[in-house]
């Protein structure tokens, strides 16, 4: 795909404004217990005492400035995890000036999933399988499905978490399941490789400045995230 300059700086303005609202939308939606259609027409309301947000209280990233962090209602403090999100959706925008080797939509999509699930594992270590479930659904039915990668990650990577599932979290074997769905096996082999050098880079880090406990529980998926990022970007 080729974009002339007027087709990036569309894109890009569209990107910036659309990011933040849709990483929103996501992590909201990780928050859901049980999803019905209605979750779709609701307004969006505080998550304290549950009153129905004005306008102004929803844009993204400026919403959070402008109330300095917390809600207008009943003054509680708001999540970083929008906040930091919503900035981090920008990332985004690197693809455009620099369009990668991958479809530009599922590269977008990828990202968009691997973000929301890494400010998710960042504030609780857990991932939304309802999250997981959409995406996959949605994949199935927007591109291509590559099984033979699906079946060669997928399959060793069940068999290493039989053994070491104090390690490494099933939420993280997901995450690699998915990608090789939708990616080609070199594509995911480079994204495994770049995601525990990060991470034993950041563990030894930890070490080095004694910050390290025996139970610390490091989250990957964030590591997952930026190795998709430079995968994607050097590729």
Request: positive net charge; proline residues 3%.
């Amino acid at each position: 795909m080729c974009y002339n300059n007027v087709q990036r700086r569309r894109s890009t303005i569209v990107l910036i404004f659309c990011a933040p609202i849709l990483f929103s939308f996501l992590f909201q939606f990780t928050t859901v217990k049980r999803l019905n259609f209605s979750y779709l027409t609701q307004r969006s309301t505080c998550d304290y005492c549950e009153r129905q947000l004005m306008f102004y209280e929803i844009i993204p990233i400026f919403s959070f400035l402008y109330l300095k962090g917390k809600t207008h209602c009943c003054n509680r403090k708001l999540s970083l995890a929008y906040f930091c999100g919503e900035c981090a959706s920008l990332l985004s925008l690197l693809f455009l000036f620099k369009l990668p080797s991958l479809d530009l939509t599922l590269t977008l999509f990828i990202f968009f999933l691997l973000l929301t699930a890494s400010i998710e594992d960042l504030k609780s270590l857990e991932i939304s399988l309802s999250l997981i479930i959409v995406f996959l659904l949605a994949g199935i039915y927007l591109f291509e499905i590559n099984l033979r990668s699906f079946l060669i990650v997928t399959i060793p990577l069940n068999c290493i978490y039989l053994f070491f599932h104090k390690v490494i979290g099933y939420g993280d074997i997901l995450i690699f399941s998915f990608l090789s769905l939708f990616l080609s096996l070199n594509y995911v082999y480079h994204i495994i490789l770049c995601t525990f050098l990060l991470a034993g880079a950041y563990s030894f880090s930890l070490v080095l400045l004694k910050f390290y406990r025996p139970h610390l529980r490091i989250p990957l998926i964030p590591f997952i995230f930026l190795a998709f990022i430079l995968v994607t970007y050097i590729m």
